[in-house]
T-cell receptor, first 113, second 115 residues
Framework: DAGITQSPRHKVTETGTPVTLRCHQTENHRYMYWYRQDPGHGLRLIHYSYGVKDTDKGEVSDGYSVSRSKTEDFLLTLESATSSQTSVYFC????????????FGPGTRLTVL | AQSVSQHNHHVILSEAASLELGCNYSYGGTVNLFWYVQYPGQHLQLLLKYFSGDPLVKGIKGFEAEFIKSKFSFNLRKPSVQWSDTAEYFCAVTASGAGSYQLTFGKGTKLSVIP
């Protein structure tokens, strides 16, 4: 498996607080992605990045922002967490070619009370 | 935009039974197709993928899938399941030529194998 780590692995927070999740990859992949996984919905793309400082929105981007200042790091921020953002968040990366496998991190379980 | 449908939400099989999980996609152009597996409490791992050539694709752990273009389908099969195959299975598609090569996932099929 590709070297993708996520931190924290678990987080409980309160409504209205800011939260930042970190994804770190050691594969020098150009593309990185943030997904959320919810029962009955599969995985849905939140944001993705196609290079340092280059990001774009996915299917469910409202309430989330991202930043990528280095190739290896991709941050997901919830500016003001809401209970609807309780989910499991997965980061992924690949080289960006359309046949490339996306490699996934271990996930972060976020609970917003 | 592309979409993916997985017909079965939850499949329960006994060990040694044969498995077929359905996947249909909606997209008018050329696609690349993937099956991922998520074992309980773990991250997604690639089982197999198709992007060109032989439409019958063999993956890890004895899984295979067949791309039938006329039916927009990419069904996953295994001739004899084991208890260790208990997991959730996701079909996914990228559209060839789409600038970002985003994966679109189906909602997943949970497989429970009874010993």
């Amino acid at each position: 498996d590709a070297g993708i780590t996520q931190s924290p692995r678990h987080k409980v927070t309160e409504t209205g607080t800011p939260v930042t999740l970190r994804c770190h990859q050691t594969e020098n992949h150009r593309y990185m992605y943030w997904y959320r996984q919810d029962p009955g919905h599969g995985l849905r793309l939140i944001h993705y990045s196609y290079g340092v400082k280059d990001t774009d929105k996915g299917e469910v981007s409202d309430g989330y922002s991202v930043s990528r200042s280095k190739t290896e790091d991709f941050l997901l921020t919830l500016e003001s967490a809401t209970s609807s953002q309780t989910s499991v968040y997965f980061c992924a990366s690949n080289g960006g070619h359309h046949t490339d496998t996306q490699y996934f991190g271990p996930g972060t379980r976020l609970t917003v009370l | 935009a592309q979409s993916v449908s997985q017909h079965n939400h939850h499949v329960i099989l006994s060990e040694a039974a044969s498995l077929e999980l359905g996947c249909n996609y909606s997209y008018g152009g050329t696609v690349n197709l993937f099956w991922y597996v998520q074992y309980p409490g773990q991250h997604l791992q690639l089982l197999l993928k198709y992007f060109s050539g032989d439409p019958l694709v063999k993956g890890i752990k004895g899984f295979e899938a067949e791309f039938i273009k006329s039916k927009f389908s990419f069904n996953l099969r295994k001739p004899s399941v084991q208890w260790s195959d208990t997991a959730e299975y996701f079909c996914a598609v990228t559209a060839s030529g789409a600038g970002s090569y985003q994966l679109t996932f189906g909602k997943g099929t949970k497989l429970s194998v009874i010993p």
